[in-house]
């Protein structure tokens, strides 16, 4: 099981406020669960936040 398990659950929102703008916000829980050489746990959790935006001329 060295290659290990990783779960990710996203959300994400967007935003049209007129044709030529947009705003993404996206919400990440990752979870990793894998072992290192040794057999020994290497688990990892965190969460992300992004925000992006885009302007079409």
Known sequence: MRG?????????????PNSA????????RVSIER?????LPLNQDFQTINLRSQVAF
């Not at 290990?4 to 049209?16: E, T």
């Not at 703008?21 to 990440?28: A, E, N, P, R, T």
């Open 4 to 16: 290990g398990q990783q779960d990710i659950w996203a959300l994400g929102v967007n935003w049209f």
């Open 21 to 28: 703008v947009k705003f993404m916000l996206d919400y990440s």
């Open 35 to 39: 072992l290192n050489a040794a057999g």
